[in-house]
């Protein structure tokens, strides 16, 4: 069935701004306004009948009024996503460094994972970038930890070992 030119002016008016205001259930509220313009006027209804019908719903503005609306959606901006590659990026950098300047490495990790945790705490879209610049921060500094270990267990081993000591005696046969 074909609607009327002022009920689908009245449907299309509704729709956008159902969608514009971000009502609640807005799917629900605009069906069931369909259905009640489609039971009211019939298959071929007159002007008149579709004018009274339309009047007797009320202004759009005034119907969506009463419904509730819904916080508006947070939309995902350039900064959540240049701050969580930023995360990624000194994580990466600090676990390439870490092997040739472990000063260098182990503040770069640190740096990317305070920007990591900011970024997760602010509650900032791509959680999960963030979430993965902060494991390698993470996982760079206990890798500096185990290869500092490593290190200076190796080089205990060097000073605790007893030396040789060669002693030449003249008067030995």
Do not use: W
Not at 17 to 36: F, K, M, Q
Not at 58 to 67: H, R, S, V, W, Y
């Amino acid at each position: 069935m074909s609607q009327h030119p002022m009920v689908r002016e009245y449907l299309a008016k509704l729709s956008d701004t159902l969608s514009n205001r971000g009502v609640v259930d807005a799917d629900e509220i605009y069906s069931s306004i369909e259905e009640h313009i489609r039971d009211a006027l019939g298959s071929s209804p007159s002007d008149s009948t579709v004018s009274a019908t339309l009047n007797q719903l009320g202004d759009i503005d005034t119907i969506i009024d009463d419904a509730e609306v819904s916080p508006p959606r947070a939309k995902k901006s350039r900064t959540g996503q240049r701050v969580a590659i930023a995360t990624i990026g000194l994580s990466a950098i600090g676990l390439a460094t870490l092997i040739f300047a472990p000063p260098v490495g182990i503040s770069l990790a640190l740096i990317g994972i305070l920007v990591g945790c900011a970024h997760l705490f602010a509650r900032l879209p791509y959680r999960r970038l963030a979430l993965a610049g902060t494991a390698i921060g993470g996982f760079t500094l206990i890798l500096a930890a185990v290869l500092a270990a490593f290190f200076l267990s190796a080089n205990d081993e060097e000073q605790t070992r007893p030396e040789t000591v060669i002693v030449e005696d003249d008067n030995l046969p």
